[in-house]
């Protein structure tokens, strides 16, 4: 740094300054660069600025404003009190049109629409003189033209610049503007949200959800967006945020017809390109700006396509924000928020048909499943009664069937021809195989014919057949075989679920084609169940027919039949009130295939195929009594062998086909003939409760309550839950088995079934049934043995203790009494006396005994253990019983040659061993008795032995049992508690106690203790 540096300034009058040459503010060195902004401060008329001309600018405003001009980053000077404002040329864009008004202009005046938001900021700087730093601020210059607000972000920092006299200036602002970065971040952040959203959307209406909750957390961007789905030339609102819904400028429906619609909605999807609308002032008034104050007058119509296979489009209308301009980056956003709105539904669409396929193949899996178990079951029950007759046959000689059994056979062939062929027309309709003959019929006349057939089964069900076919006008185009099948399902379904009422059959002449009606008063259709009753497959959840038997493709049968004819079938249902088939038959043969069509006219066809379809309806109609039942010759050789209990059970079988019931019922009685009978589950069911079984055999698939429903209720209810159950069922295998099982049932059998291994079932559950009965009566009589027990331990228990209190007086009124005897009394007295005190004294160790045996059979035995020389107190009960010894004339010794001390319970030892002498004393009379106590390797012994009697070893292990004796009670008196008393110490004290034979004869009592020392000893 030179020294001319730190020269002083010369003064005014010095004649170094007169002598300095003029220069003109312009020429100054310190705003001689800068670009356009030095040009424009320089040619700037500053005379009439507070700011002065520039020579006169002083040293600190020179500096600052020389470092700005050659500074390449935006930077605006603010100086003075009124903050007068200079920038350079890299800053001038953020000014915008505000330029180059703004240059010397008070901040105040220039940013007027922000100095509410500067201002306060700036007076801070001021007066702290601490910088202030912002990052990000939102300052809306009004920089377009026409002097309007444009959104803007800035990261800016104050900075005090001191003046000459050491006071504050102004303020060096550097500042970068952030708008594209924050705006451009915000826009990322509502797509990256509604792309969140929508991937979690599986919903066509969850995307329109989603995008209206996205967009109204977006009003920066699109002050309001409108959703319009477009289909048929109608368009609907789906989606509305920013704006009233259903209001002026959100019409919740609009007709693209409509020339005087709000949104141009129909050229946008005309044409498929956007629209950009600048008079929604004029369409509408005032719309939200968003967060501004300022009104939304621009707004973008845009296509949104919803996948190329469908007709259905739609339209965004998305608001503009007042505070931007739509540049190339605005746009761009609105289009990309299209787009994956687009995809979105595109995605959704797509994911809802892919579900709805997945459904139909499960659906259609489903009733394939219901089916094939359905034939299982309409299979095997006419096998099993075809095959069950022809095996009793072949068991018996000469092996031959007639009457009843010949015509089971013959009846349950048809059927099984009947469905055959039922399944073989199906196949061929769904192949394209089947071959129609359509011939010009009498359809009249064909038709009462078939319908007649039905006659006698509908009066045998209680019911009434009325046909009404009059003649037509001509006769009709028709494959005779086939309208039989199409007029025999229908009247057989509506005898199968009608119960009561009647069965109209109608053919009339409509409209030049003639309508067939099959009209029922049964149980009727749930109104959801209408439209899939023509699918295959597909069995109508009605539990209240004849029958469950069917495979659920009849009417499936029945409309495909009727679509070769070029008809149509119809269904109308009331629950509970009946069911209506309406059948249209169109006249000539236009609609039919010429070279399937003859001439020949028939005027009315033979029926062929009504017998099996009546003969099932008159079954079903029919209930066979099982007391008319006679058991088959063939029943008697094939029954096991029962007992007379076992022959008088009850066993109630269940099956909704009559001759199932007939056969099986014939099969038991000749073993059981006690069989009743019911035809669904819930007629079982009330059965059962108003008389339970001994056995139900049930079929599985019923109508009203099947055999897994008729189970569970049995399970459930207290007085049937014994029951033994065996299920009869068409499906078979392992799976099937488990099924049965698990739902409560005790055995499973498949259809066809053997006579044989039925009968040997039902005999074995019967079994079953018979020893559970047998455990439960001995669990009761257990139980009802414990509670005697019980009973009996409580009356000893409050005995023992009532009887204390009067002892223990009696004793010491006693003692007294004795007391007061003065030695002058009649020695008879005397003797009366000291009698009357032993057999006191007798009572009360027998009210003790009892009062003990209360506490031992309450719980635990509760020891009160202290330090205890056994030795001692052998020495001591031997001593106490010498008296007793002498009047029982035994010698009692004791040999207990060393102390044993240990830790017991003292009272109890001597109880326990008071009872084994006294034991030995009773029953060693005349003989000697030897108490001995013995230590070794940590258990301590006190045995007692006599030489009496003896004990028999089949009472060794008695004699320890409570009110037990080894010999009768008439012999020696005591309640037999002493040795159980005894046994209960002893284990109390972790030992035990053990009877041996004394050699030579008597009894060896040995109580083995561990050896347990004192605490500290």
Known sequence: MSSSTHSRAPAPSDPEVKDTPHREGREEPFIQHGGEMGALMRAHDWSSNSLGPLEHWPQSLRTSVSTMLRSPYPIILFWGPELRMLYNDPFRPILGAKHPQTLGARGNEALVEEWAQLGPLMQRAQDTGEPIYIEDGNVNFARRPGGLREESYFTWSYNPTIGESGEIAGLFAIASETTRQVVGDRRLGILRELSIRMALDKKVEDIFRSLEEVLSQAAYDAPFALLYVVKAEQARLVSCAGLERGGTAAPVALALDDTSASWPLA????????????????????????????????????????????ETTAVLVAG??????????????????????????????????????????????EAKTAFFSNVSHEFRTPLTLILGPIEDALARTPKSLEGEPLELVRRNALRLYKMVNTLLDFSRMEAGRAQARYVPVDLSVFTTSLASAF??????????????????????????????????????NAVKYTYRGEIRV???????????????????????????????????????????????????????????????????????????????????????P????????????????????????????????????????????????????????????????????????????????HVEAARNGQEALEQARVRPPDLILSDVMMPVLDGFGLVRELRADERTRAIPIILLSARAGDEATVEGLRSGADDYLVKPFSARELLVRVRTQLDMARVRREVVRNEVEKDSLRESVRTRDDFLRLASHE?????????????????????????????KARTTQKHLQRLAR??????????????????????????????????????????????????????????YDGARLEQLLDSLVDNALKFGTGK????????????????????????????????????ERAVPVNHHGGFGLGLWMARHIAEAHGGSIHLEPTKGGGATFSAVLPWEVAPGG
Request: proline content about 7%.
């Open 928 to 963: 000697p008795v030897e108490v001995t106590v013995a230590r070794a390797e940590g258990r301590v012994s006190l045995a007692v032995r006599d030489h009496g009697d003896g004990i028999g070893p089949e009472d060794q292990e008695r004699v320890f049992g409570r009110f």
């Open 594 to 673: 010429p070279e399937r069509v003859e001439r020949t006219f028939r005027p009315g066809p033979v029926p062929t195929g009504a017998i099996p379809f009546v003969e099932e309806a008159r079954r079903w109609s029919t209930d066979v009594s099982a007391t008319d039942i006679e058991a088959p010759p063939a029943a008697a050789s094939l029954s096991p062998e029962v007992s007379a209990e076992l022959a008088r059970s009850r066993i109630l079988l269940v099956d909704d086909n009559a001759d199932l019931r007939a056969y099986v019922t014939g099969l038991l009685k000749h073993a059981f003939p």
């Open 803 to 831: 009887l204390r209190t009067p002892v223990s007086a009696l004793s010491l009124s006693l003692q007294s009494l004795v007391r007061g005897l003065d030695s002058e009394a009649p020695d008879a007295t005397q003797l």
């Open 506 to 592: 109608s053919l009339l002449w409509e409209d030049a084609q003639a309508v067939l009606r099959v009209e029922d008063t049964g149980v009727g259709i749930p109104e959801e169940e209408l439209p899939r009753v023509f699918e295959r497959f597909y069995r109508v959840r009605v539990t209240q027919g004849r029958s469950h038997e069917g495979t659920g493709i009849g009417l499936a049968l029945v409309q495909e039949l009727m679509k070769l004819h070029g008809g149509s079938v119809a269904v109308t249902s009331q629950l509970g009130k009946g069911t209506t088939f309406t059948l249209r038959l169109p006249r000539g043969t236009e609609h039919l």
């Open 267 to 310: 050229s946008v999807t005309r044409f498929g390109q956007e629209v950009l609308l600048e008079d929604l002032l004029q369409r509408f008034g005032p719309l939200p700006g968003g967060p501004w104050p300022e009104s939304t007058t621009r707004a973008l119509v845009l296509p949104v396509s919803m996948g190329v296979e469908t």
């Open 320 to 365: 503009l924000s007042p505070l931007r301009a739509l540049d190339d980056e605005y746009r761009g956003f609105l289009q990309l928020l299209a787009r994956q709105l687009s995809a979105s539904i595109a995605s959704a669409r797509a994911y809802e048909q892919e579900k709805q396929r997945a459904e139909e193949l499960a659906r259609l899996d």
């Open 455 to 492: 006659q006698s089964a509908v009066e045998s069900a209680g019911l009434r057949l009325v046909v009404d076919c009059p003649p037509l006008p001509e006769p009709l185009y028709v494959d005779p075989e086939m309208w039989e099948k199409v007029v025999l399902n229908l009247i057989s």
């Open 846 to 903: 027998l009210v003790e005994q009892l009062v003990d045996v209360s506490e031992f059979v309450t719980g635990p035995l509760d020891l009160s253990r202290r330090e205890v020389d056994l030795a001692e107190l052998a020495a001591t009960v031997v001593a106490r019983s010498r008296e007793k010894a002498l009047r029982a004339d035994c010698v009692l010794t004791l040999e207990a040659p060393l102390p044993v001390v240990g830790h």
